[in-house]
Structures are given as structure tokens and as C-alpha cells.
């Protein structure tokens, strides 16, 4: 499989991913830490890759989504945008609706055992 087959199937499996440098718990640079804070801040778990450790990824993503910079944040398989778009979007109340739909649409049925 080549790299960006690679990407556009990590793109699809995982509802929300983020493409950044460094990690969520140690971001390697100021916007990706912002986007990171404001992605947390959302309450829904999500899958990254550090774009420093993998080279590969941090070349050819940009193709991918016609995005030139990191951070990279794409839910359901569409790019959201980056740490300015990401960051107006959480302020604004739009991305928390927007990953709590993908975390639950990627989410197995469950049965609500409250009554």
C-alpha cells in the first residue's frame, strides 16, 4: 500500500483524526497545541498522528486535502482545517456538536441502561 493510500485509509476508519506535531499530550508546537486544547476541550476521544515521527505523512497529507499546513483536523473523512479554523470553530460553538456527531455516528449501538 503506498502512502497515500495509507492516508486516505486512515481518513476513513477514524471519525475523528488529527494530523499534528508532536502528540496531545506533548504538541510540539504552539498551534498544534491550540488545536489539540480545543479538540480535548470537546470531551470525545479522537486518533492523531504525529507528522514529525512520520515523514511519509507529513509530505504527502498535504496532497491529500489540498491543506499545506499542520495541523490537520478531518472528521468523517472531510478536512475540517487547521489550528485558526479549529480554534474559531470551538469558540463559535460549532466543532463540539460537530465531533460529538462523529464520535456517536462511529459508535457501536448501545443500549441506555438508565431509566
Not at 25 to 49: D, E, I, K, R
Amino acid at each position: 500500500m503506498d502512502i497515500m493510500d495509507t492516508l486516505r485509509e486512515q481518513v476513513a476508519s477514524n471519525p475523528i483524526i488529527l494530523y499534528m506535531k508532536g502528540s496531545p499530550q506533548a504538541p510540539q508546537c504552539g498551534f498544534s497545541a491550540q488545536t489539540v486544547q480545543a479538540l480535548m476541550a470537546c470531551g470525545q476521544p479522537f486518533a492523531y498522528v504525529d507528522v514529525l515521527s512520520h515523514p511519509d505523512v507529513r509530505a504527502n497529507l498535504p496532497k491529500l486535502g489540498d491543506w499545506p499546513t499542520f495541523p490537520q483536523l478531518w472528521v468523517q473523512g472531510e478536512l475540517v482545517g487547521g489550528c485558526d479554523i479549529v480554534t474559531e470553530m470551538y469558540s463559535s460553538g460549532e466543532l463540539k456538536p460537530l465531533v460529538e456527531a462523529a464520535a456517536q455516528a462511529a459508535a457501536p449501538e448501545e443500549e441506555d441502561g438508565a431509566a
